[in-house]
């Protein structure tokens, strides 16, 4: 059994995004894994302040908060799954500063000053939504922009991303579609590829 946590930062509990992670997070249940899911907009989450000493002492110096919880389950699961709504071609602002915040706990340094991931070897999920219609959220780089920075986060610290999910023009096309709804249970079985047990004869 795998051991998952879901960051959402969408700040809609019903919205598409929320929707998305939850089918997700029933598709890993139902495949015997341990799911963490976690609300991004409802943690308190002070702004990193740059000091840079997270880098040496590896702990930060603010006073405890949930971005250590946060990190410390992240240290915990073999796999992610990240799912933001598209800000100005980015990820959340919520999102970014819990990630900011949990730098040293995803990255290290070696004495030249290069990344050294601390999480390899896990598996990732990236699930973006925009109103921008298709082609054009993947051509302006608008929730293909949100992935994108996800991405780079998570690559630096080590995770394989296995799939992205992107859903664009969601104005227009407020909900899910069949196909949609197979494609995220499709990319939680590509994270955690152990599946059901056969049943007993």
């Not at 341990?34 to 006073?63: T, W, Y």
């Amino acid at each position: 059994m795998s051991k998952v946590t879901i960051l959402n930062a969408s700040p809609r509990k019903s919205g598409l995004v929320s929707r998305m992670l939850a089918i997700m997070a029933d598709e890993l249940r139902a495949c015997h894994h341990e799911v963490h899911l976690v609300n991004v907009n409802q943690l308190s989450v002070r702004p990193c302040i740059g000091c840079m000493k997270c880098r040496s002492s590896h702990a930060c110096v603010l006073p405890e908060d949930d971005s250590q919880r946060i990190l410390a389950l992240l240290q915990g699961s073999d796999a992610v799954v990240v799912g933001t709504p598209c800000y100005w071609g980015n990820m959340t602002g919520q999102l970014k500063l819990l990630f900011d915040r949990m730098v040293y706990g995803m990255m290290g340094e070696s004495p030249a000053g290069l990344p050294l991931p601390l999480h390899k070897g896990k598996r990732a999920v990236i699930v973006s939504t925009c109103t921008t219609p298709w082609p054009f959220n993947l051509l302006f780089h608008q929730s293909d922009g949100a992935v994108r920075a996800v991405k780079e986060v998570l690559k630096w610290s080590g995770f394989t991303i296995c799939a992205t999910i992107q859903k664009g023009g969601t104005r227009k096309r407020p909900e899910l579609t069949v196909r949609e709804e197979a494609k995220c249970r499709r990319a939680s079985r590509r994270l955690c590829p152990a599946t059901r047990p056969l049943p007993s004869s």
